[in-house]
């Protein structure tokens, strides 16, 4: 897992010239906690052992291609503002060439992993058979990148979302026709897959919902959906891949209301379907916080479920209410994820994959550089300070103290079923609980503040240099 330690030019990567020239050739590496440096990592220390795994392992960092090399930062009210000098026309030629700065780009970083969607590596063309031809054309130079890197690909997936055919839904839209096109597509990308050797395959519905409920059957689309998914678990198994497939719950945006609204949610459906054993969650910060929820509840209950399968990595803007897609930059955040990977023994087959864009005002290729440095050192500062957590063991003794009283004889007695339900009242008139003797306070922001503490224990050393600002804020 640990990338090889060679050093690799971009004329390596089969580029004519250096496409981040400000790095002169040197990769972003780990100079020391705080270091403070934007083009260096302050944290994450890709080969340093954490409870026994490298850092590396507990965080398989990838790349999403969509946002990265796709993204020109355009938003509803303006065009893209990003200048990245590799792009062109949507020609072959230039899928080409952006992959190998993709490439490029990841071994600079020091990332393991990639993410794309069909859509993001070449041009569409004028119909589906012109796109997959395209897609074949590209495999080898997938497969020869890869290869030359040791860099692995975290999850394929297919956009069932772009396309104007996919304006009502994509399995759960209205015309067969474009459900079949829809299966096309998941079909060729586990063929990809396969091929290229993907950990996970990703189903995102993002227009699997509706737009007016009035206009809705309901019964039908959730049935054309799940037939979908069926169709996709057998065919996994017909052409003998063992890719991990996930669902990235959704709760609304771009429709109004998404059928993978949350991980319970999405549970309930493949359950209904007998689904649930295919399945694992990639879970986006965001989407939780669009769901009106802390991410930490949509890992805890994916985990809970046996069904933790990888975290898209970034947070929303506070109270906008819009899937933002910031990198992650609250610590705090980061700390909450990571006490939940850490319980769950890390993500196995899962990555993190940074799902994430620079801001519009953020418009450099240096940007993107700064943005994955910043958004991994805040998931490491989580990674130790959960580590830390993990091996003091406050919190698991706070947590086996506040479910002691379960172990006792009326505990037990109600949770396997062996005490009558006129014991069970019997005891309730009994005795009366009190607040305070009997039943404890929680003390719910002291144990928070085992997590501030934490951080800053983790930051140690940073808060004790005085550091004078170059600028005052003038008064
Ligand atoms: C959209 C989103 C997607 C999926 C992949 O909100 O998160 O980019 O991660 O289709
Ligand atoms: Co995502």
Known sequence: MVQTPRVLSYRDFGLKEDPFPFLKGQPITFRGIGCGE?????????????????????LPMAMAFWHTMRGLLADMFGPGTAVRPWEGQDTMENAE?????AFYFMWMQGIQFWCFHDTDIVPYGKDLKEFHANID???PLILELQKLTGIR???VTQNLFSHPMYCKGAATGTHPIVWAHAFAQTRKMLEVGKKIGARNHVFWGG???YNELLLLLLGLEQKNLARFLQMAVQYRKQIGATVQFLIEPKPKEPTVSQYDMCMMVVYGFLRRFGLASHFKGNIEVNHAQLVDLPVEHELTVAADLG?????DGNQGTFGDGWDTDDFLADPMIALRIMIVVLKNGGLRRGVVNWDAKPRRESFMPEDLFRTHTAGMDTLAYGLRAAALLQQEGRLEAVIAERYAPWLSDLGRGIADGSMA???ICEAAYAHQPQLGTDIPSSHIESHRYLLTSALQRCCEGVGSTHIEPKWRLAN
């Open 97 to 101: 060439n952006r992959l190998r700065v």
């Open 38 to 58: 934007p083009l260096a990592f302050s944290c994450y220390n890709p080969g340093e052992k954490i409870l026994g795994k490298a850092m590396n392992i507990w």
């Open 307 to 311: 069904m933790l399968g990888g975290i």
């Open 137 to 139: 054309r590209i495999v």
């Open 421 to 423: 339900p006129e014991a």
């Open 207 to 209: 227009r699997e919902g």
């Open 153 to 155: 690909c975290g999850w």
